[in-house]
Nanobody, 125 residues
Framework: QVQLVESGGGAVQAGGSLRLSCAAS????????MAWFRQSPGKEREGVAN????????YYADSVAGRFAISQDNADDTVYLHMNSLKPEDTAMYYC??????????????????WGQGTQVTVSS
């Protein structure tokens, strides 16, 4: 059974950094698309970053490009989101997601079958 568990969220001041982790288990060898999403109250879920594990290709939302980086550690099936120069508008619940098939629009939530429970990130000004 696939399980995605996020960690690393917390409270930070604007300009600070955080690293989120997504520990994956249960059939992860067949994942071809991993991503991070975020959602704040009253807003739709937004794709932040995508990684194609086999090729290493990455995609980023314009709102985070140049500040966030997605990476993987194949040794322990973990995907990271490195977040730098954080802004108050980055405040949200962050979710890890996975799919067995990589599709166009890699930051669209409907392309993902498996989701974690989320980890909260709060950025104060």
């Amino acid at each position: 059974q696939v399980q995605l568990v996020e960690s690393g969220g917390g409270a930070v001041q604007a300009g600070g950094s955080l690293r989120l982790s997504c520990a994956a288990s249960g059939g992860t060898d067949s994942f071809n698309s991993m991503a991070w999403f975020r959602q704040s109250p009253g807003k739709e879920r937004e794709g932040v970053a995508n990684l194609a594990p086999r090729s290493g290709m990455t995609y980023y939302a314009d709102s985070v490009a140049g500040r966030f980086a997605i990476s993987q550690d194949n040794a322990d099936d973990t995907v990271y989101l490195h977040m730098n120069s954080l802004k108050p508008e980055d405040t949200a619940m962050y979710y890890c997601a996975a799919a067995r098939i990589w599709r166009n629009s890699p930051l669209a939530p409907y392309n993902y079958n498996y989701w974690g429970q989320g980890t909260q990130v709060t950025v104060s000004s």
